[in-house]
């Protein structure tokens, strides 16, 4: 058995099973491009885009409500179903157990189009400015 997803334009989620590609019901009426999907596992994963963090849990997607308005992210890299860290337009964010920790350090973050965390104390990130390893050994 073989499964994956994919994102894209207009809130696009699309679904990979069995060499069968579906597209996934809307989940709101905003209109945003997603940036990244990753699945922790076959029953639970995360999409982000714009001003848009979603959740896949229990069969569907829910939207998670932001810690503030004017956020917008990028990417992620979610290293588990509870916990992960996404860029925004205002840092690197750090989201664990549905609690937000906002570190805007400037101009590390500015830029940054992919990540990759191996564990909760090292990751790597790359954009326009070069690629930036993160541990805290």
Known sequence: EQEG???GEKDTILH???GVWSQVPLITDQRVD???VEMINAT???AVGGRMFLRYQNGHWEE???PQDDLSFSTMSMLSADEGWLVSNKG????KNGQWDILDE???WTGVSAMQLLNENEGWAVGGRGILHYTDK
């Open 5 to 7: 997803g994919a994102v």
């Open 44 to 46: 639970e994963g995360w």
């Open 34 to 36: 997603l940036k990244k």
């Open 64 to 66: 998670i409500t932001l």
């Open 16 to 18: 990979y099973k069995d």
């Open 92 to 95: 690197f964010v750090h989201y």
């Open 106 to 108: 400037p101009p590390i």
